[in-house]
């Protein structure tokens, strides 16, 4: 759970620091710009990064990514505020940026293969992928040992190594994506996980704004501009979904008259829906609060009990445990139904015209309001680039002109 306030308040208090310096920053940041850095102050250790980042600085960077920087340059060349001019030593003599070029392939790979924590063995394997890509020369091992005893990017918990804090591994990953693969985006981005809660591809967005709208929105939007436009014009929910080619799976337990869910899975292979998903988590930052704020278990949930109720009344249901699997094809406008009898599986095929979906099953018009939502956002965001990009044009125009 993120630290409240009053906690944070008191990490500050404690930690052994510069007095003067934490006295300035409670001032300053803390008691003054609480609510504009909150996500900063969500855990004791970006508490300490902000910390320390204050203290060369002097301020603390609006941008998530300009913190995320100011903080790795910050560690990279850290000297302990009680012993002034000391300075880590590190075994490679690797300048900053050479650092931060190895270690962000090394990030955007685990990130890539969803991995934040290694034994010895596996993460060597990765810096030495990450040395390779950057046709660097140094032993993996030594770069392992800086990243976790000099720069403190990492640390060694028993056997395994992880990152010092996961948002760390999603800035590099964005710095890497942001920079070394800008002529191969449209294989890239597909292939990295796009979950809510991460901020990797807004962080490459952020990062590189015009190269990312120039070698990848821009281009993709134009091959999928009239999908788009169509997704708007569809008002149904199911007619919506047919269009994603939305292929719905769900599965729970049902036991008396409770309902525990176990999977749910929404999955569309159409290109068209990929490049929103992409381009909406790029723009997330900027989405309307209320796209933010839906609940979105609530109809999944209330799916579930409508889904089990029918069961039992359709079929007289009457065992004391059942796992129910469930197969919604919104192309063909059907819903597959199977659950255990004895041994065997059983299973129905039912049309959803005939199912009452629009009562029974709110986790289909919640998915498709939320996809339509997703791409108003999009392509709000891509017609502000082109205005921008045009009156870019204009302005040189002008001025070669002169």
């Known amino acids: 759970m993120p630290f409240e306030k009053d906690q944070t308040r008191e990490v500050i208090s404690k930690v052994d620091f510069d007095r003067e310096t934490k006295k300035e920053f409670v001032a300053n940041i803390f008691e003054k710009r609480y609510e504009k850095y909150k996500g900063f102050f969500a855990t004791p250790l970006l508490t300490l990064m902000m910390l320390m980042t204050y203290l060369q600085i002097r301020h603390i960077p609006d941008n998530v990514h300009i913190f995320y920087r100011y903080a790795f340059q910050t560690l990279f060349t850290l000297h302990d505020a009680s012993k002034e001019g000391f300075q880590r030593k590190r075994r490679l003599n690797l ?35 990450a040395i390779t890509r950057a046709n660097a020369e140094c032993v993996p091992n030594d770069f392992l040992v800086d990243s976790t005893d000099a720069v403190n990017m990492m640390f060694k918990d028993g056997d395994q190594y992880t990152f010092i804090h996961r948002s760390f591994q999603e800035y590099f990953a964005a ?10 985006l449209q294989k890239l981005l597909p292939r990295i996980p796009n979950r809510e809660s991460d901020s990797v591809l807004s962080m490459a967005r952020a990062i590189n704004p015009q190269a990312i709208g120039d070698f990848y929105l821009l281009p993709e ?33 049902v036991e008396e008259h409770t309902y525990s869910p176990n999977m749910y899975h929404a999955i569309s292979e159409l290109s068209s829906y990929t490049f929103v998903n992409i381009a909406y988590s790029m723009f997330k930052d900027r989405a309307p609060k209320e796209m933010l704020a839906v609940d979105e278990n609530h109809p999944i949930n209330e799916s579930f009990r409508n889904l089990g109720d029918w069961l039992r ?37 039912v049309s959803l015209a005939d199912f009452d979906w629009h009562r029974e099953l709110p986790l289909l018009e919640s998915l498709a309001s939320r996809s339509k939502a997703r791409a108003v956002h999009v392509k709000r965001m891509m017609d502000e680039i082109k205005r921008n990009n045009r009156k870019a044009r204009e302005m040189s125009d002008e001025i070669l002109s002169m």
């Open 95 to 129: 300048s900053e940026q050479q650092f931060m070029e190895i270690f962000s392939f090394f990030c955007l790979a685990t990130y890539a293969d969803m991995r934040h924590s290694f034994n010895e063995q596996a993460c060597l394997d990765y810096v030495q992928r």
């Open 175 to 184: 710095y890497a994506i942001s920079h070394f693969f800008l002529g191969s």
């Open 221 to 253: 939007y134009k091959v999928h501009e009239a999908y788009v436009a169509r997704l708007l014009k569809t008002s149904d929910a199911l007619e919506i979904l047919s269009l994603l080619d939305m292929k719905v799976e769900l599965g729970f337990y």
């Open 313 to 349: 009344r359709r079929h007289r249901l009457r065992v004391e445990a059942t796992f129910i699997d469930v197969e919604i094809d919104a192309s063909s406008k059907e819903m597959r139904v199977s659950w255990p009898v004895g041994d065997d599986l059983r299973s129905e095929v």
